[in-house]
């Protein structure tokens, strides 16, 4: 139910543009709701302008423009932040990159298997990471990695392994079968994820699982020691 109300509104704004107001009217929804549904959805300047000669009042319009200059503000303050972070991490060398990626495994790698490392996400660059990482801190090039797509009725799967072999850089037959789910009404989806799935890494071998670890283990120990 609610799922539906979300992409109504969504329909809502970006086919009618309707206004907040408007929207929470037709939906019955609390306009703090929509604020969150449709903060990646503002309506331009023009779109504004129109709906006020259509016969919006002057304070909705007014409404839409300060979430306009808000958003703009914020977006401001991002960059600036981003900036000063790039410039901080122009040269990671490899024991820094070795920390992030023990510590990505340790939030999102699997740990049950004693010959086999693991992890999945959604997120595109995180996957990237986790190849480039095992690649350069334990020599497991690209070629010896194996990938699953785990997908949702509805999703083009050919479409979506395209997308991850290129993103990737891994070939065809590196590709374990997809496991495709049922879209139930509780299953979660992914209209506000990346799109694309949860992609699994998988990368084989007892001696490389012991490293990674032993490696985890080590850090916390001596962040423990510090603390």
């Known amino acids: 139910m609610r799922k539906a109300l979300r992409n109504k509104a969504i329909r809502l704004r970006t086919?009618?543009?309707m206004s907040y107001s408007a929207i929470a009217q037709e939906l019955r929804v609390p306009k703090s709701t929509l604020s969150y549904w449709l903060r990646e959805y503002p309506?331009?300047?023009?779109?504004?302008?129109?709906?006020?000669?259509s016969g919006w009042?002057?304070?909705?319009?007014?409404?839409?423009?300060?979430?306009?200059?808000?958003?703009?503000?914020?977006?401001a303050q991002e960059q600036?932040?981003?900036t000063k972070w790039c410039k901080r991490f122009q040269d990671i060398d490899k024991n820094e990159l070795m920390i992030a990626g023990l510590m990505l495994y340790l939030g999102e790698g699997g740990k049950k298997n004693d010959s086999q490392v693991s992890l999945a996400n959604t997120d595109p660059a995180v996957m990237r990471l986790f190849l480039h990482w095992i690649d350069c801190c334990f020599g497991v090039s690209k070629n010896k990695i194996r990938i699953q797509l785990h997908l949702y009725e509805g999703m083009n799967i050919d479409k979506?392994?395209?997308?991850w072999?290129?993103?990737?850089g891994i070939k065809k037959e590196q590709f374990y079968k997809t496991s495709v789910r049922p879209l139930r009404a509780h299953s979660f989806t992914y209209s506000t994820t990346h799109g694309h799935g949860t992609c699994?890494?998988?990368a084989f071998g007892v001696e490389h699982k012991?490293?990674?670890?032993?490696?985890?283990?080590a850090l916390l120990d001596q962040l423990e020691q510090r603390s």
């Open 15 to 17: 086919e009618k543009h």
């Open 165 to 168: 072999q290129n993103t990737l």
């Open 210 to 217: 012991r490293a990674i670890t032993m490696a985890t283990k």
């Open 43 to 53: 309506l331009s300047d023009e779109q504004i302008l129109e709906l006020r000669r």
């Open 80 to 82: 600036v932040e981003y």
């Open 200 to 202: 699994s890494a998988y």
């Open 160 to 163: 979506m392994q395209k997308f």
């Open 57 to 75: 009042s002057k304070g909705e319009a007014s409404r839409e423009r300060y979430r306009n200059t808000m958003r703009a503000k914020k977006k």
